[in-house]
């Protein structure tokens, strides 16, 4: 499947642009969302809507795409593994990169509702 952007990955794109800690996350200061958000990118995106693809992302009736097979989700982590740039206190982890495979997925659900993503 084809995806037509209609949109310049600037920095108002993504909602977080700053580095957390996982520090932040651990003591409550940002939610686990914002946490993870903050690593999605362009090619994260890429890398999600292809391995796990963009019609079962749609497709998904779980806020958090639990109905999605978890193996799929630890077969994209692997693809992601080197493109996270993690802050100083934390690195990769399966789980890890689960939670940044779920955030990309999530964004390109924002950026597709907000009518910037078009699949062809």
């Given at each position: 499947m084809?995806?037509?952007?209609?949109?310049?990955r600037?920095?108002?794109?993504?909602?977080?642009?700053?580095?957390l800690?996982?520090?932040?996350?651990?003591s409550g200061?940002?939610?686990?969302?914002?946490?993870?958000?903050?690593?999605?990118?362009q090619?994260?995106l890429?890398?999600?809507?292809?391995?796990?693809?963009?019609?079962d992302?749609?497709?998904?009736?779980?806020?958090?795409?639990?109905?999605?097979?978890l193996?799929r989700?630890?077969r994209?982590?692997?693809?992601?593994?080197?493109?996270?740039?993690?802050?100083?206190?934390d690195g990769?982890?399966?789980?890890?990169?689960?939670?940044?495979?779920?955030?990309?997925?999530?964004?390109?659900?924002?950026?597709?509702?907000g009518?910037?993503?078009?699949l062809?």
């Amino acid at each position: 499947m084809k995806i037509d952007r209609k949109f310049r990955r600037t920095s108002e794109s993504f909602p977080i642009q700053q580095e957390l800690s996982r520090e932040d996350y651990m003591s409550g200061k940002v939610t686990h969302d914002q946490y993870y958000n903050q690593f999605v990118t362009q090619d994260i995106l890429d890398i999600i809507t292809v391995s796990v693809g963009t019609e079962d992302i749609l497709a998904s009736k779980d806020p958090n795409f639990n109905d999605i097979a978890l193996y799929r989700w630890d077969r994209c982590g692997v693809l992601l593994e080197g493109k996270v740039n993690w802050p100083k206190d934390d690195g990769p982890s399966t789980a890890g990169l689960v939670c940044v495979a779920k955030a990309g997925a999530k964004e390109f659900l924002r950026l597709f509702e907000g009518g910037n993503i078009k699949l062809l």
